[in-house]
Each structure stands twice: as structure tokens, then as C-alpha cells.
């Protein structure tokens, strides 16, 4: 008889607030309820994150359910492929604090998806086959609304920290954005220049979308263009469609990221790119199918996900080095 046991793996529990220590969701439950001293928490809290944590084979569940080897969604295809990989293959413990702006949001989700001037919230899918594997992508937009230009994306984001607009130097001469070097404000290619020379211009640059968060709207069109026959059909579009001469599987006018904040809302344009997207959609799922465990990020501007990695020891230990920001330094 086999007596050996699978050691879990995945998101087996919480660290605790204040011991830093791993503990089980239902210890963290009934610390919470008996008061918990100089913790933040509260019990409903606690319920509410432990209750929301979505399967980690969410999307091989529903690959299994379309007869594909393995599924992906937008969010892990745009996430860090060596963290996706060693959660699979490790335990690990998040703070309840770390999850509970995600949580948070969710909660505001659930209320704008109640709005039914659209098709919210429905869950679109995409099977195809690459290197070999049959793949199913998942993806879930907030809002998609079909316009008289065609599709049209939304997705909110709850954050304390939205994009802003902003005043911006930009040299005449190149009509380049320039950025503060170390001797000044200096153009990309005429190098440093005087602030009050009068080669210098301001103007107003308007709030930006995050990379990642357009990526994802560009995805989510994908999976509208794969889904779109079966979208009019099923939300009787078909007069729209005809009024307007749209073909569901081209016609897109374009997506917004909203970011919602306690104090405002900022709406950021997204540009659709089919190109680009299908070229991100190819190299991450590489990396993710890949036989060997993707490298860590090396990109400057992907560093911050290290500083919230949850596997973050065991990727130090498998690179033998520190990663993130330090390796970033330590090298340069
Ligand atoms: S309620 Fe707070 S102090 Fe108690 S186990 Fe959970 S995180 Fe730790
Ligand atoms: S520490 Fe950074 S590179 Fe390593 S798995 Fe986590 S996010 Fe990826």
C-alpha cells in the first residue's frame, strides 16, 4: 500500500500579519474571531478573502471541460511565467493584507456588473493549437458594448493609485519628451538642455493606461473576435449588426481602462493592436509551455512584481542569486 502523501501545493494558507508566520485560513479565521491583538484584520475580512480565492485550475478546469490539454487566462498569460510555474509547483502563504485590495475590488465589480446596457462580465474562451499543445484561453471583460463602429471594451480597475495627466517638457526640435539626466532635463537626442532655453515646450500628456492593462484589453479582443458570431446570436445583436454593416468579427471601435479610486474616476483610451497582441499571445504562452522553468524578469519595468511574488524564496534559491530590483543593481 502507498502510504506517502502529496505535499500541497499552491495557496495553502495565510502568513500572519504580525508573527510573519504561516498559519491555515480557518487559524487565521478563529484568530480574528477571538479579537486578534494588533492585527488590522477583522473577521468578515478574512472570510471575505478566503472565500473569494478562485481555483488555481480555473482555467485548466474549463480546458478540460473544451477538451484542450491546457488553459490559460488573460491574467496569467501577462503575469510573471516563472512565478505561474512554481506556484504549481510549490506552497506558498500570502499576508491577508496583500490580498485584500484584490478582494476590495472584486467587491466593486460585482456591483458595475449589474449595470445591463452591455454584455458584462461574460466568460469568453478560445481554443487553438500551439507547439503542439491544444490550448484554451480564458478571459472574462467587464463590459464589451456593441457601437455602431463595432466592439467596444471596458475594464475597470480599482486602485489607489490611478494614472494622471500631466504637464511634460518636449524638445522643439525633435518633438521628443524629455527626462531629468544627470546634468538636467535632457532631449533623447540633443542631450542635456537649459530648462528656460526656448527649445523647450510643455504640454499637457493625459493619463495613460498601464502596459499590462492594455495588453489585457487586447487580448479580451481576441477572444471577442473568436466568440463574435456566437456573441450577436446569443444577445440578439443581429439588427444592430445589419443597421450598421458591422462584420462581428472585425468591427471593433477600440477599449478604455477606467481606474476607479475613492476620490475619482480616470478613463485611459486603449489602442487596439491585433498584431501585437497575437505576437504577446505567441511569447508568453512559449514561455509558459515551455519544458524548462521560464528565467527570472529581467525587465525594469516588470521588476515590481518581485516586491509581491509569493514564491519569491524558492525563485531566489533556484536562481542562486538575489532577484528583482537588487539583481537589477548588482548587475549595472
Ligand atoms: S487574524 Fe491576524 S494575527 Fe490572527 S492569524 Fe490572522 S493575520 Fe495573524
Ligand atoms: S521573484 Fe520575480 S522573477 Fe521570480 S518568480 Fe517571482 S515575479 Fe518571477
Redesign the pocket.
Known sequence: MDTTTATPVGLVG??????E?P?TFQ??????Q?G??????V?AI?HDIASSIRSPEYANDLAKQAGAEVGFSATELLGCPRQYRLKKQHPYWE???GMYRMTFGSGYHAALSKYSAGIAEETLTWKFKLLGKSVLLVGTPDLIELKPDGWFITDYKVTGNPPFGRKVPICNHCDLEMYKGDDGLTCPNCGPLNPRSSAISRVYRPAQARSSHVEQVNLYALLIEKNAVRLVAKHNLEAMVAKHNLIPTESFSGGQIAYLSQKAVVRCDVQLDRAESMALLKQSLSALLSDTLPPIIDDADELWRCDFCAVRAHCEQLHGSPVGKPAKEISE
Request: negative net charge; hydrophobic residues 35%.
Open positions: 495565510f502568513l500572519c500579519e504580525v508573527t508566520e498559519v487559524e487565521c479565521q478563529a484568530c480574528a477571538r486578534a491583538p494588533g492585527c488590522p484584520m473577521p478574512i499576508k491577508p493584507s
